[in-house]
């Protein structure tokens, strides 16, 4: 049982380059995320997904996509990079909300990203 | 925009137990209060949370006041490893929407 992996963990990207970041949950939990953590701040939610084929917009969600097409996937993409979006991105997951209260989320370990 | 306000930073000494204060006075009924910590570099690790009785598990003690417009995370003796960053956060757990808000959190320090 890995829970929430991402990958890559390390990316360096030219202004305009475009990438995608994956995020995989072997937890079977119905919710993910994607966040974004920048120095000195909490994380802000960027999208997120409240099952597979579904997605809604967080808090940051301008210059970012995501995609659920597997329940245990949970993508997240940049179009066309920009400075602005260097950041540590962080993928969490956690399991319907039905399950409550004990449900929590778990996090993956997060991928650095720079943009030149 | 977070729903909590916490103080930045707060020292504690190894062994003593550490309060971390939190204000919530928006919280609406069905809103439970979160808390997680974040170690350096790794990723946000969940603590416990409540709704309005007290809560306690292996790693930490919750107090909620009764009018539920702020709490209070004690870890009863705290180490080194517990140098963090705590967030506190409060939410709805609906099926339909469960955007999680994180603020700026508390950056405790453990002093030996």
């Known amino acids: 049982n890995a829970g929430v992996t991402q990958t890559p963990k390390f990316r360096v990207l030219k202004t305009g380059q475009s990438m995608t970041l994956l995020c995989a949950q072997d937890?079977?939990?119905?919710?993910m995320y994607w966040y974004r953590q920048d120095p000195g701040m909490g994380l802000r939610l960027i999208h997120y997904?409240?099952?597979?084929?579904?997605?809604a917009k967080g808090e940051v969600p301008d210059g970012y996509n995501v995609s659920r097409l597997k329940k245990q996937n949970f993508l997240l993409g940049l179009e066309s990079a920009a400075p602005s979006q260097t950041s540590v991105y962080f993928c969490?997951?956690?399991?319907?909300?039905?399950?409550?209260?004990?449900?929590?989320?778990?996090f993956g370990p997060g991928t650095r990203l720079t943009v030149l | 925009d977070a729903k909590t306000t916490q103080p930045p930073s707060m020292d504690c000494a190894e062994g003593r137990a550490a309060n971390l204060p939190c204000n919530h006075s928006?919280?609406?009924?069905?809103?439970?209060v979160y808390w997680y910590r974040q170690i350096h570099s790794q990723g946000p690790q969940y603590i416990i949370h409540?709704?309005?009785n007290n809560e306690t598990n292996e790693m930490a003690s919750l107090i909620i006041t009764e009018d539920r417009k702020s709490s209070t995370l004690i870890l009863p003796h705290a180490t080194l490893r517990d140098t963090a960053v705590y967030y506190c956060?409060?939410?709805?757990?609906?099926?339909?929407?469960?955007?999680?808000?994180f603020g700026k959190g508390t950056r405790l320090h453990i002093l030996p």
């Open positions: 969490a997951s956690s399991y319907l909300l039905t399950a409550a209260p004990t449900d929590t989320q778990y």
């Open positions: 937890m079977n939990h119905e919710y």
């Open positions: 997904s409240v099952g597979e084929g579904t997605t």
């Open positions: 928006t919280i609406s009924g069905n809103e439970y």
């Open positions: 409540g709704l309005k």
């Open positions: 956060i409060v939410r709805v757990a609906t099926w339909r929407d469960d955007k999680i808000i």
